[in-house]
């Protein structure tokens, strides 16, 4: 209780020798530039007052340790890495010694692979919407596998509790490899856990809503050890065996990349739950389909200051620039400003309640105020605490305009720097959950259970307009021919093919990057086929360079496949060992007869690195490529005869 009582005082009592400190001065604002040859990936950040020194820090992107590659000069602002290979990415940390302690984090990458697949998401609907927003439920659901992901769904009573809830996802993540998303929409069962109270109010200890009981599939959870009923919302008091958990720190590593829209509850929005799911799902699919005009810009509304060194809206500071650049931040009043523009990011802060934070507005205020913003972080006192009524944390995903995210980022910082190269706020949220001492400083309550993101979990940053007019032509023993019309956007590589034999899984990539508009898929096994076209482009941002996909465009056809190029597909599909590689790629092909074989090599662009042939002597033939010049990543074996042609991705380690 004695810390309760003092963070409660540290909220209202700022030490007077901090005063002239700006949050600003606790983050180093880094940018990227890279080459590809020589390779190199130069990090760049605006010198801080009173520095002694600058220290940089490296480590792979899932890594856990960063480790010391440089150390330089009090009057140094740049750093080259000369240790880095195209088609790939790396984590940076600089770190400021001398003065105020100051961080920055970016993932940095020299033309980083496209992300295919992404993993499979548990979709989880409230009933309440299960009908009235059928259609747009259905079009969420297009968009998520169109995007990468295979889709498990429950529909859900308000009813079932929190343990059934979790049974159901402990299932799939058994059943499915690769389960590590989580999105659920509507008001389905909210867990609360735990004696703590990070806004630092003696009134507010207690339990406060996790869906981190959900995406924690593994850890125990008990309801036997907390007792306090102090708490002044009676949803807050916790005793053994009332439903709610123990946990203060998640027992486990979360698991699944988990977001929640939730718009139970909210007396102060004149629409109804079932009008604003929809307007949100709308407008969602909006953004990913790059249909709405938003500036790569972010704002800054900071009514806290330096805080004692908590700086908590240095979350804008640290975070931004790797994502919209260091140049396209302002400051300024974060409402009247998203009335006006539509900026992509924006961070506010201020002394708060249930329904509003000091300096930046009230819950009624996203009705009557259009916020045109996407991703927002927000923090003060009591509405981390995101399940009350009317709370000021989930009213701008209800408002006609809706932000798309929003988070309570402050107690503890979030991290989201890997949004600059592609990944979604899931991925973020969750890398905020399970940081302990990866990323520093932390602030007061890292790995508490009380850390959410309200909103999709897998929105990213930068989307293309898909393809469209995809057609599918098909005949007797023919394959399939498709064909589609080029996305209206501009500066593409070109396109992707993927293929599946069910709807919503297992979408496997069939062809290396097609500069045409047109695909002759020839090989497979007769049956229903679902295609995804998706087009790719090289996506320049402040933090480096990667290839961007668009989300695919699908449709399915009936197709039944030559005779001779299905039996050679079934006899040759060439094996290929070890996969990944390092060195050799060992290559065995089990052709029908002798045959001349050609193998080519080739990039994620389709450019052709290395072309053998091969006069066969018997069915069975085995050779050998030398890929240990190749740079890590994802290539494609080619192998093309008389009689048919196959494409396999393989992946140089």
Not at 116 to 127: A, F, K, Q, Y
Not at 257 to 265: E, I, S
Not at 294 to 322: L, M, Y
């Amino acid at each position: 209780m004695l810390k309760s009582i003092l963070l409660s005082f540290s909220f209202v009592c700022v030490a007077s020798s901090l005063n002239a400190q700006t949050a600003s001065d606790y983050a180093i604002p880094i940018t990227v530039s890279t080459q590809r040859a020589p390779a190199q990936i130069k990090l760049s950040w605006k010198a801080r007052a009173g520095a002694t020194s600058y220290t940089v820090l490296k480590k792979a992107k899932d890594g856990t340790t960063f480790f010391n590659i440089a150390t330089l000069g009090a009057l140094d602002s740049s750093y080259t890495d000369l240790s880095v290979v195209p088609d790939t990415c790396y984590e940076y940390a600089v770190t400021k010694s001398g003065g105020i302690q100051a961080t920055g984090y970016v993932l940095a990458g020299l033309q980083n692979p496209a992300i295919h697949h992404r993993g499979t998401m548990i979709l989880l609907v409230d009933n309440t919407f299960k009908d009235s927003c059928k259609s747009e439920i259905a079009q969420l659901m297009q968009d998520l596998r169109a995007d990468g992901w295979d889709l498990i769904r429950h529909d859900i009573p308000r009813s079932a509790k929190d343990t059934f809830v979790k049974s159901l996802i402990q299932g799939d993540y058994a059943a499915r490899t690769g389960v590590n998303a989580l999105f659920i929409l509507g008001h389905i069962a909210v867990p609360y856990s735990g004696h703590l109270n990070p806004d630092g109010h003696p009134d507010h200890l207690g339990a406060w809503p996790t869906d981190a009981f959900y995406a924690d599939v593994d850890g125990t959870w008990t309801d036997a050890l907390v007792d306090d009923s102090a708490a002044s919302r009676t949803q807050n008091k916790n005793i053994p065996g009332d439903g709610k958990w123990d946990q203060t720190f998640i027992p486990r590593d979360i698991d699944l990349q988990t977001g929640r829209v939730d718009f139970a509850n909210m007396p102060l929005m004149p629409r109804s739950e079932i009008t604003m799911m929809r307007n949100y799902l709308n407008k969602a699919h909006a953004y990913k389909m790059n249909k709405l005009t938003i500036s790569r810009k972010a704002v800054i509304d900071d009514n806290f200051g330096a805080f004692g060194g908590e700086a908590f809206a240095a979350n804008g500071w640290r975070n931004f620039p790797v994502i919209v650049g260091a140049k396209n931040i302002v400051t300024g009043d974060m409402l009247n400003t998203l009335k006006d523009y539509a900026y992509q990011w924006a961070y506010g802060c201020g002394g708060g309640t249930y329904t509003s934070a000091s300096g930046i507005g009230k819950t009624a205020d996203y009705d009557s105020i259009p916020v045109k913003g996407i991703f927002m972080m927000t923090f003060g006192s009591y509405f981390g605490d995101w399940d009350a009524t009317n709370n000021f944390l989930r009213a701008p995903l209800c408002a006609p305009e809706p932000a798309l995210v929003n988070v309570w980022a402050g107690r503890p910082n979030w991290f989201v720097d890997a949004m600059g190269l592609g990944e979604s706020i899931g991925y973020c949220a969750r890398v905020t959950q399970n940081n302990n001492l990866t990323y520093d400083p932390t602030n007061f309550g890292a790995k508490w259970v009380h850390v959410n993101l309200m909103g999709d979990p897998s929105l990213r940053n930068e989307y293309i307009q898909p393809v469209t007019n995809l057609n599918i032509a098909v005949d007797t023993l023919s394959g399939a021919s498709l064909s589609w019309t080029a996305s209206a956007d501009t500066g593409l590589m070109g396109y992707y093919v993927y293929r599946s034999d069910s709807a919503w899984r297992d979408y496997k990539l069939i062809s290396p990057l097609l500069t045409t508009n047109s695909f002759q898929d020839l090989v497979g096994n007769n049956g229903k086929k679902y295609y995804l076209v998706r087009p790719a482009r090289m996506e320049a941002t402040p933090s480096g360079t990667y290839v961007n996909l668009g989300l695919g465009t699908i449709d399915s056809a009936l197709v039944n496949y030559p005779l001779a190029v299905r039996n050679w597909a079934t006899l040759a599909a060439p094996l290929i060992s070890p996969n990944p590689a390092s060195n050799l790629l060992q290559v065995q092909l089990n052709l029908p007869i002798a045959t001349l074989a050609t193998l080519q090599v080739l990039d994620l662009r389709g450019s052709v690195l290395m072309t053998r042939k091969l006069q066969t002597n018997s069915a069975t033939e085995q050779c050998s490529i030398d890929v240990a010049h190749f740079a890590p990543g994802t290539y494609f074996l080619e192998l093309r005869t008389a009689d048919g042609v196959s494409v396999q991705p393989w992946t140089k380690r």
